[in-house]
């Protein structure tokens, strides 16, 4: 069976600096996808970031990034340039290409600081 | 962009309650999903569905059925409703193929409260 373990419930970042959420994940699976979503305040889950299992390469989209250690399991988001409206939860998830099933982690909590 | 909506934002029903959560998407997605969330557990798949009149069970099914009579429209039924499922449920969308890498969809979510 897949989990996926966040280990921070809530982290707090000044504005314009650089925060890192943890994720490690646990499968059997060879082919799987990550995804990082972020639920702000209003509840609208929404996707971040996504990152295919078998690219080496690290996935970046704007300010987001993650760092994607596939012998360690690890799968970490980086906010760069914090803003307000980056506080939100933040879950990390996994699905396999066998099942389709997305499993979540607990969450993790940002609050941004002015 | 998608919109999945959810009919409700909040609820309050009663133990014992029969208790209906829609959901609709409007665009022609396969898959749909219902889930839990709960402080703490993170969200947790109850059921979902590949096609119209199909369902699978996810990893919390007890006490949940599920109905998917038009491809746009999942329903989540609670046939006797308990106080343990006072939670945030949210529906998902996703397309077109199961085993693909595509994101899944969120509505705004249902706080139902059992009482």
């Known amino acids: 069976a897949q989990t996926v373990t966040q280990s921070q419930p809530e982290m707090s970042v000044q504005e314009a600096e650089t925060v890192t959420l943890s994720c490690t994940y646990d499968t059997s699976e060879s082919d799987y996808y990550l995804f990082w979503y972020k639920q702000p305040p209003s509840r609208q889950m929404i996707l971040v970031i996504r990152q295919e299992a078998y690219k080496q390469q690290n996935a970046t989209e704007n300010r987001f990034s993650v760092n994607f250690q596939k012998a360690a399991k690890s799968f970490s988001l980086k906010i760069s340039d914090s803003q307000l409206g980056d506080a939100a939860m933040y879950f990390c998830?996994?699905?396999?290409?066998?099942?389709?099933?997305?499993?979540f982690g607990q969450g993790t909590t940002l609050q941004v600081k002015p | 962009d998608v919109k999945v909506t959810q009919s409700s934002r909040y609820l309050v029903k009663r133990t014992g309650e029969k208790v209906f959560l829609e959901c609709v998407q409007d665009?022609?997605?396969?898959?749909m999903f219902w889930y839990r969330q709960d402080p703490g557990l993170g969200l947790r798949l109850i059921y979902f569905?590949?096609?119209?009149?199909?369902?699978e069970k996810g990893d919390i099914p007890e006490g949940y059925s599920v109905s998917r009579e038009k491809k746009e429209r999942f329903s989540l039924i609670l046939e006797s409703a308990s106080t343990n499922q006072t939670s945030m449920y949210l529906c998902?969308?996703?397309?077109?193929?199961?085993?693909?890498?595509?994101?899944?969809?969120f509505g705004d979510g249902t706080r139902l409260s059992i009482l």
């Open positions: 665009m022609d997605h396969e898959n």
């Open positions: 569905s590949y096609d119209v009149k199909m369902k």
């Open positions: 998902a969308s996703s397309s077109p193929t199961l085993l693909s890498n595509q994101p899944q969809h």
């Open positions: 998830a996994c699905t396999s290409s066998n099942t389709g099933k997305l499993i």
